[in-house]
């Protein structure tokens, strides 16, 4: 499957951004989704993921409560819902797809989009 990951953008802190991916095959549905984030000098770190049915969801400690992940699959798109945005959430933010169970490791994931950067100013 390809991806396609839109949304990034400029924003103060305590603002909010909406990141989608949209999937380029109608066995979108099959697969398990996941959004990861890279800054500048550190590595790629787990964000949020979700089932194929929406159903589960995971997110990373720093993120919890603030960022919400939904997907339609109707429309092959997951979203990355981001609230509350602080300095610290500054990344390049990638989906990535995968079969079979959830994971928190990106080198489980087959699948990846093209970057879209978030800076959030203080």
């Known amino acids: 499957v390809q991806l396609q990951a839109f949304g990034g953008g400029l924003v103060h802190a305590g603002g909010s951004l909406r990141l989608s991916c949209g999937g380029s095959?109608?066995?979108?549905?099959?697969?398990?989704m996941a959004w990861f984030r890279q800054a500048p000098g550190k590595e790629r770190e787990f964000v949020a993921s979700?089932?194929?049915?929406?159903?589960?969801?995971y997110y990373a400690d720093s993120v919890k409560g603030r960022f919400t992940i939904s997907r339609d699959n109707a429309k092959n798109t997951v979203v990355l819902q981001m609230n509350t945005l602080r300095p610290e959430d500054t990344a390049v933010y990638y989906c990535?797809?995968?079969?079979?169970?959830?994971?928190?490791?990106?080198?489980?994931?087959?699948?990846w989009g093209h970057g879209t950067l978030v800076t959030v100013s203080s």
């Open positions: 990535a797809a995968k079969h079979g169970a959830p994971s928190r490791s990106q080198y489980e994931y087959n699948y």
């Open positions: 095959e109608r066995t979108f549905i099959w697969y398990y």
């Open positions: 979700i089932s194929w049915t929406g159903v589960t969801t």
